[in-house]
């Protein structure tokens, strides 16, 4: 049975972050808010917690889509090849906020994803998943939860969520209610922006 943790986003308590920290770094899973539909995450550097959250998504771990959290742009070195300065204009207007930007991956990429060519990055502007991330050191690996409903493509209530996902994951935060429209999706590894899902973020910034 996960722990159903409430955290604030006005002013997250240091206690609860470390309490979840310690939790992504024993390769727990994690379910969190983030400025638009709940997410479930996990340590970028934990290839087991990678695995099960794979797994519970029914992909392939090489051939999965997931988003790599990042608490600010100082990150992006890390796993993304040197992007030109139009490109880091879109990225610095636009983030924090409810944007995924699809970037070209570097050969610093976690093991698990030298393959791939290109990574999601996201950074959003809610307090608890900063918190999170800057805590831990790295990047959360996430992947939205989706409602098997077919009106609503996302749940945005926190008890629900937990209902639904307890004895599948380790935590659950409760960071109040979430939205149901999920990010927008910019490719940026061409010459021009590609819009790949129109979502909550604006498409002004491109």
């Known amino acids: 049975m996960a722990e159903f943790i409430k955290i604030y986003k006005e002013n997250p308590n240091p206690k609860e972050i470390a309490k979840v920290v310690k939790i992504l770094r024993s390769g727990g899973l994690v379910i969190y808010p983030t400025d638009t539909v709940y997410g479930l995450g996990c340590d970028i550097t934990n290839t087991k917690a990678l695995e099960k959250i794979a797994q519970i998504k029914g992909v392939k771990l090489d051939k999965a889509n997931f988003s790599f959290i990042c ?49 999601g990055i996201r950074i ?65 590894t061409s010459s021009e922006p590609e819009v790949i899902r129109e979502g909550k973020g604006s498409l002004d910034v491109i």
Do not use: M
């Open 71 to 119: 608490n600010d742009l100082s990150h992006l070195s890390d796993y993304i090849k040197q992007i030109d300065s139009p490109t880091f204009k879109i990225l610095k207007r636009a983030l924090p906020g409810p944007y995924t930007f699809i970037l070209p991956g570097s050969n610093n990429l976690p093991k698990v994803f030298k393959k791939k060519k290109t990574v």
């Open 124 to 188: 959003p502007d809610n307090n608890i998943v900063k918190c999170l991330v800057e805590a831990l050191e790295n990047p959360i690996v996430s992947t939205s939860i989706r409602d098997d409903d077919d009106v609503l493509e996302y749940t945005t209530d926190p008890e629900l969520i937990f209902e639904k996902w307890n004895k599948l994951v380790d935590v659950v935060i409760d960071g109040g209610y979430g939205d149901n429209h999920a990010s927008t999706v910019i490719d940026l």
